[in-house]
């Protein structure tokens, strides 16, 4: 009956360009195990030599004789942690006499983080609690801010409401909170009075209480601190728009050690340090022999400490211990996979269309050019930069991979640690994605059929298309294919067009062997382009998946069964209740 009515429905004629494949968001390929394709190893020789010559450049924007680096390509395969690392000992740090530190750079150098500290400050809280208190108002952790909450509700330009400011909200740059505090940029604390009214700027009476008493030096301690805010306008309500903070950081951890009664610094090294043996990260004064210090200690900021405002941006690391990090979170070492994977997820849009922020991540999404098909990549980054020193961590979910990038230069050329992530990615993020295409091909692609011969398909990958393609689908004498994507499309003049995504669902059983989960689009190859519309989407495929079930189950959703081996033994069409065998 239905496709007799289905079958009334006047089609339309196929338009001059047809709608890309759309997946949902999420990996279109089972994350890569092993890092030996060619197209990797192409791209890894192409690093070799790019960054060989780069470490050549003396030019302003790269200075490789004073600005040293490691880089590591990390990946959560058990069997191939490390994809790619690069050092580079700037020749002016390995010959000099005087440096406090090493003199030359390896996967154990600590360097400082500045601001991607941020992403153990917020480790530190998920570890120790969940995120179930993050819409909790602060102000129940916090008594110095519940003391001023009221005058943010009668004055909102003046104060910041501090009982509508949630935990989530400071994990997330959403506060609406003043950026720091008598630290960072605050110009009274960096010149001195006549510098500052040479400069323009009004003399401030030496008794006017908005002058910090206190912030690069002398440190601010927490009543001073409390006190400043209580003087400092918000830049927004909260949850207006995305505005840096550091303060939210240092509020954070006050929070956490009222909330556990432990100081933050014992609960990062019980919650991270420890767990992870992170040898060579330190949360203040990282001694100085492991490190690396171009110039004196003093002029590289390497003993200099942020104090109260420590959780924001005050640590030391190496790029081993950062890749340890970046793989202990996409593998769910420290934290339950639910949580994880709400972690990795955006808290707000920006005003640049492809980036996103959240807890404290910076998300960028990265769009991979396929002829008939979309792939969004997101990649969640922190960075970081203080004194002589630059940092980025950034994670690529999709590929269980992510970069470690540390600097350190008396003059570090500004987005050092971005451009070298562009490097990395240029080449990388293809080559991953083509890896994990060939280990999918590897892994599933063939015929499948049941022993009756009722039932059989093939599957497919396309370097053109995302996802696995299901061609040839056979129900017992009927295209499948055709019945499938005209119930998904609610109309029959179709030109079947399935791919079939990892939902990253498994069951692992007693013997070992295990069911993966797989989500199918239905769509229809004759579907016009809407590129550039508006309102109309041509890639809207999470509003329609399992739009059609039979008896309850999914038509686009299949189950490969797994031997103990991993290799592929057959697949299960849910709604059909048809097993067919890899041949
Ligand atoms: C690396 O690849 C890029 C882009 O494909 C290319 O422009 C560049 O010449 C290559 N560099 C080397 C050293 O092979
Ligand atoms: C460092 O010491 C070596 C030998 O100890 C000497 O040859 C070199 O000139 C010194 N370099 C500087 C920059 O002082
Ligand atoms: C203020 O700072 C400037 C620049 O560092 C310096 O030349 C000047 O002597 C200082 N003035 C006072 C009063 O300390
Ligand atoms: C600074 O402020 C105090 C208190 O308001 C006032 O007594 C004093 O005269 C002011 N000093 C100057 C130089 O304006
Ligand atoms: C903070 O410093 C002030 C002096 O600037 C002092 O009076 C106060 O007791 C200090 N507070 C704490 C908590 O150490
Ligand atoms: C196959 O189709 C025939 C009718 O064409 C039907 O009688 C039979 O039950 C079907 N078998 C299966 C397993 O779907």
């Known amino acids: 009956m239905l496709i007799i009515l289905l079958l009334l429905v006047v089609a339309a004629a196929a338009p001059a360009f047809t709608a890309p494949n759309c997946p949902p968001l999420g990996p279109v390929y089972e994350p890569p195990l092993t890092f030996t394709s060619p197209t990797l190893l192409t791209a890894i020789a192409n690093l070799t030599s790019t960054l060989t010559a780069r470490d050549l450049d003396t030019s302003a924007s790269i200075r490789a004789h004073d600005t040293s680096y490691s880089i590591e390509v990390f990946s959560t395969s058990p069997s191939n942690p490390l994809i790619f690392s690069w050092h580079h000992t700037a020749p002016a740090l390995a010959q000099s006499n005087a440096t406090a530190g090493v003199r030359r750079t390896d996967a154990d150098t600590v360097y400082r983080l500045g601001s991607l500290t941020k992403v153990f400050t917020v480790y530190t809280w998920l570890v120790q609690d969940g995120d179930v208190r993050w819409n909790d108002p602060i102000t129940k952790y916090v008594p110095e801010l519940a003391a001023v909450a009221e005058r943010g509700r ?158 924001a941006g005050n640590m030391y690391s190496s790029v081993g211990d950062i890749s340890a990090v970046g793989r202990a979170i996409m593998r769910s070492t420290l934290l339950r996979p639910s949580l994880t994977r709400r972690w990795l997820k955006p808290a707000a849009l920006t005003s640049e269309p492809i980036a996103s922020v959240g807890y404290p991540w910076g998300i960028r999404r990265i769009t991979l050019p396929l002829e008939n098909g979309k792939r969004t ?57 083509a890896a994990a295409r060939e280990q999918a091909d590897a892994k599933f692609s063939g015929d499948y059929a049941d022993a009756t011969g009722y039932w059989s398909l093939r599957l497919t990958t396309q370097a053109d298309r995302p996802g696995l393609g299901i061609e040839n689908w056979v129900s017992n004498g009927t295209d499948m294919q055709t019945t499938a994507v005209a119930l998904a499309a609610g109309y029959t003049s179709v030109r079947p067009s399935i791919r079939l995504y990892p939902t990253g669902l498994e069951t692992v059983r007693a013997d070992g062997t295990r069911r993966v989960a797989f989500k199918a689009s239905l769509e229809d190859g004759n579907a016009p382009s809407r590129a550039g519309s508006m309102f109309s989407t041509d890639c809207g495929s999470w509003v329609t998946l399992t739009s059609v079930t039979y008896g309850t189950q999914a038509l686009d959703q299949f189950v490969f069964d797994l031997d103990k081996e991993g290799k592929v033994v057959s697949i299960e069409s849910l709604a059909l209740r048809a097993v067919m065998k890899k041949r």
């Not at 970081?384 to 470690?404: A, K, T």
Request: glycine share 10%; aromatic share 12%; charged share 15%.
């Open 377 to 433: 990549l997101d990649a969640y980054n922190k960075a970081g930069r203080i004194g002589y020193y630059n940092s980025l961590l950034n994670l690529l979910p999709d590929y269980g991979v992510g970069f470690s990038v540390l600097i350190a230069g008396p003059s570090i050329p500004g987005n050092a640690n971005f451009n070298l992530a562009d490097i990395l990615g240029a080449q990388l993020v293809p080559a991953l994605e």
């Open 154 to 311: 009668e004055d909102p330009v003046g104060s910041t409401p501090w009982d509508e400011v949630t935990v989530g909200a400071l994990a997330s740059q959403m506060s609406g909170a003043i950026r720091d505090y008598g630290l960072l940029g605050e110009v009274t604390q960096q010149m001195n009075q006549s510098t500052v009214v040479g400069y323009g700027f009004p003399p401030l009476n030496s008794s006017d209480p908005t002058l910090p008493p206190c912030g690069l030096w002398p440190l601010c301690n927490r009543t001073e601190f409390f006190n400043g805010l209580l003087h400092s306008y918000p830049s927004y309500a909260p949850f207006t728009t995305p505005a840096y903070t550091n303060t939210g950081f240092q509020i954070l951890a006050y929070a956490l050690e009222s909330i556990k009664g432990k100081t933050f610094e014992e609960m990062m090294k019980e919650s991270i340090f420890r767990p992870l043996g992170l040898k060579h990260t330190y949360y203040s004064n990282a001694p100085a022999s492991e490190g690396i210090i171009p110039g004196t200690r003093e002029d590289a900021a390497w003993d200099y400490q942020l104090g109260e405002e420590n959780p």
